[in-house]
């Protein structure tokens, strides 16, 4: 019977379909972009007419596609495709050399934005003289350059000037503007809602039109394909990400599945309405692929610069003191209101929380949801659970509350760098309590926070889960804190069935089954007899989205 | 008993005459409006549409009447609420109008309450000149019952109201009318209910008031007519019962009576909760409470959904009863939602919480 055939058939497979009731099969049948069969050769069989396309895995692994719970897509594409890209680990020489190579190569006039300078370099950058060889270097253009967490800026004058910003200029509230302990002149460091002053003014001046903002999304959606990602949640949606989510989705050309968190304020990199204004947009954002289910706060900063909320103070410092432990931005009434709020509207509320203070509040602000609304379907993400206090480890899963682990950072790092200076070594190596967040039985949900990490690839994460070490190879024989080590398998379904549930798509992704959507990827190596030390190694060699091809590696 | 507070005294009382579309509000209006001792009051009728209507009835001199015509208090008027007394108060302290004793506001059919008295209870500048008196609800005795089952508008009106006003009794039966009080006394327990006969309303507006000293001891004998009204159904009660669910959308009441003194702290804290994750179904919050920095002068409470007044400081208890006393008027709220909340989050300890019934056995 023709209508029962499907439109495409896999055979030949090392299947991983990360449903536990039948973890392999050698075979999916799919039509009309959904899974219809998984099983053995004899199982499709059946569904395989004369129109059927027939795929001979010829033994390649393949798996479910991958779920990021935990992307910023229009600045990733914008990074990749606009900017002046170097590592966290770049020196200080290396950074003012490509920046002096794109000066050179810009219009004048023209800013030039770029990344990622490593936390751990804050301290040299916010000085006079390190500000004066920038600008030596930019030649009169205006200079930007983010730091590994995307949540400070360094500039130069000439971008100080176009800000309007001067000595007299005071800090901006939930921010601070660097200067000169002697003189009080600026260094051109941005710190938090500081940046946001510089953002604003580029993006003011149209350095980034619409025409851009399309072409970043769309390089975004491509580059995430390419690493086997099919379903993802962007983390700060604001007004133009929406549009150009919904209208890919409206023209078929969206190729992954699409959640957005709408910022509950205007975040310090990201400009536009939020709130409860963009919130009342959302239903005119909804696509059949682009899901507007969440809403996103900033309960702190970043360790490595001293605005992530800590039980314990940071190291002294000769501005903030002995004593200083970050504090949080919204209060946990506020916090409390909101969560209330967003699950009336079905909202699901991804909190980023950086500090163990942080996912303390965090967790007693849904504690008290929980104990006067009751159960709930609705998921809220602790965003990045990576600093918490034992006793908060056990809440996690007594609240049904995400843990969302991004960006890749369970491994030494130029971030880890960073913290170690501010919170002293042994706090700072505390750091992704992964397996005792397993152990306590919490949802624990993969994310990269592209472009904080420079890249996407989901199989650095993967590795780092399951080594703690770095699988560049930079910190050679350093691994950390590595009792937290996770095995592979568990890896896997944190990149994929536990992302899928945690942004509310478990019924459609995350897992090879019947009626789920055929977003299926085709791997170099099985994954799961591959040394543990390769699995960053590993390459996606097809990305299907809905049973059609979105990636082919070359 | 404790002497009025002289500031609470020297306010002008607002009361708040709502019911459902045909319960005779305008009615009750005209009536009042020929007491004696309405001398000085201004009226302000909130009226449904651009065309003024209502108030081409109301047999009222000029200078006691002022008209907001723009539309749904419940959505609209807050602000001209606020400019509308203020312009009241303004003119009549001037001298342009006679001295002003009270305010009436008389609602359109389908008002919500609760915005008009959060206006009263928020507004800083009003607080001082204003303050609510009471919120009085017309019921027709005719229709009354299949409104309140129809309309949940209806029913709130009644459920956050301080005195029942039945109007059209004559046209019902006694035992219809029974029928009738009996469904309301459910939906608002121990609410007075006044019958207005022919027309003809024998009610003091004046009578209850809730920021003096009078009007605390009617609130908790109120409470204490709730425990004993409690006390009285079980263990068969149709309060807030499924059973009664489905006819007053959910609407019920509950009331805790708490033995030991209160942290305030953590009391308030819970109060902040409550406002912000229940408070659109908290429909009228009032309490007599302990504390532990103060036992021997209660506090008074009074919320309207998310909005809670000021708390007022009484100078002694009100009766020999000084245990803490919470009335709670909810739509969808379970009474173990509150008990278990208020055991976690405002240190109270369970032991000592107890329903009316309870702490009467």
Partial sequence: MPDRSADLVFTNGRIYTLDRRRPWASAVAVKGGRIVAVGEGADVAALTGTATRVVDLKGAMMMPGIVDVHAHLMMGGQAELFELRFPPTASFDTLIARVGEAAAKAPEGSWIIGGQWGSDLLPKLNRLEALAVLDRVSQGRPVMLRDDTYHNRWVNSQALGLAGLSASSPDPEKGSIGRDPATGALTGMMIESAAGIVERTIAQSGHYTEEMDRAAMARSIATLNSYGVTAFLDAAAMQPILAALKGLDDRGELTAWSVSAMPAVEPSFMFGIAGDELIALREQYRGVHAKPDFVKIFLDGVPGARTAAFHEPYTKDPVLGCCFRGSTIVTVPELIRWVGKCEKLGLGVKIHCAGDAAVSQALDAIDVVRSFNGSTTVMHHIAHASYIAPDDIARFAELGVVADLSPFLWYPTSFLEGHKQTMGEARALRFWPNRDLLAAGALLAGGSDWPVMPNPDPWDGIEGLVTRRNPSGEFPGAALWPEQAIDVATALEIFTINSARAIGLADTVGSIEIGKSADLIVLDRNVLETPADDLADTKVLTTWFEGRVVYERA | ?361
């Avoid at chain 2, 009549?92 to 009270?102: K, N």
């Avoid at chain 2, 607080?127 to 299949?146: E, H, K, P, Y």
């Fill in chain 2, 1 to 361: 008993m404790s002497a009025p507070d002289p500031s609470s005294d020297a306010k002008i009382p607002v009361t708040v005459l709502t019911g459902f579309l045909g319960s005779g509000k305008t009615t009750v209006l005209n009536c009042l409006l020929r007491q004696p001792s309405l001398a000085g009051a201004a009226v302000i009728v909130n009226e449904f549409g651009a065309v003024g209507l209502d108030h081409l009835l109301i047999e009222a001199s000029e200078e006691q009447f002022t008209l907001l015509d723009n539309g749904c208090i419940c959505c609209t008027v807050r602000g001209d609420l606020v400019a509308t007394l203020k312009e009241l108060d303004a003119k009549s302290r001037a001298g342009e109008t006679p001295p002003l004793s009270q305010v009436i506001i008389e609602t359109t059919g389908l008002a919500d309450p609760a915005p008009i008295l959060h206006t009263l209870m928020a507004e800083a500048e009003l607080m001082t000149r204003f303050r609510i008196g009471s919120v009085v609800t017309t019921v027709d005795a005719v229709n009354g019952a299949a409104t309140l089952h129809r309309h949940p508008e209806a029913a709130k009106q009644v459920a956050v109201a301080d005195r029942l006003l039945i109007t059209k009794t004559d046209l019902v039966s006694n035992e219809a009318l029974g029928d009738m009080l009996q469904q309301l006394e459910h939906l608002a327990p121990a609410v007075e209910q006044t019958i207005a006969r022919n027309g003809e309303v024998d009610l003091d507006l004046l009578a209850s008031l809730p920021a003096d000293a009078a009007d605390v001891t009617r609130i908790a004998g109120r409470l204490e007519a709730v425990a004993h009204h409690d006390h009285g159904c079980e263990p068969d009660c149709h309060h807030g019962h499924d059973h009664h669910q489905g006819t007053h959308h959910g609407i019920r009441t509950f009331s805790f009576v708490i033995d030991k003194p209160l942290e305030w702290g953590a009391f308030a804290r819970w109060l902040d909760y409550v406002a912000a994750l229940k408070g659109e179904d908290l429909l009228r919050f009032k309490g007599l409470v302990r504390t532990t920095d103060d036992p021997g002068r209660p506090l008074v409470l009074h919320g309207v959904q998310h909005v809670f007044h000021p708390p007022a400081r009484l100078d002694r208890w009100p009766s020999a009863d000084r245990r803490t006393r919470l009335v709670f008027i909810v739509r969808d709220i379970e009474r173990e939602t509150i008990a278990r909340t208020l055991v976690k989050f405002a240190a109270i300890d369970a032991a000592s919480l107890a329903s009316p019934v309870l702490a009467a056995a």
